[in-house]
């Protein structure tokens, strides 16, 4: 997070309400990749591709130093979004469900 920013907390969630609003009305993937291409740097881009791919390696039940190897993810990370997954806000959880609940009607 960046320091000295002269926004509120109030217009902090405000920008994060918008930018989730802004993500919704998005209707496909080439829409989605092409919003966040925009919106985040390459390695901005890539760090949230590779947290995803650690849910869905970690949601199959591959263990911490695999998914480290498998995907160059540092085993910190890994434990990072494992503990999310587990005991976050939710988000991991909820996406992982509904797109296994997709691929297994």
Excluded at 19 to 43: G, K, M, Q, Y
Excluded at 46 to 75: C, F, K, N
Excluded at 92 to 99: D, E, F, G, K, P
Aim: glycine share 6%; with cysteine; net charge positive.
């Amino acid at each position: 997070m960046k320091t000295n920013r002269p926004v509120t907390v109030r217009q902090e969630l405000q920008h994060e309400r918008a930018l989730c609003a802004a993500i919704l009305t998005l209707r496909s993937v080439e829409e989605c990749r092409s919003f966040f291409r925009d919106l985040c740097t390459p390695a901005e881009l890539q760090a949230m591709a590779d947290r995803w791919a650690v849910v869905e390696l970690l949601e199959r039940g591959m263990p911490y130093r695999e998914i480290h190897r498998h995907t160059g993810v540092s085993v910190t990370t890994v434990g990072r979004v494992a503990r999310y997954l587990t005991s976050g806000n939710g988000g991991y959880r909820t996406v992982a469900q509904r797109l296994s609940a997709a691929r297994n009607p």
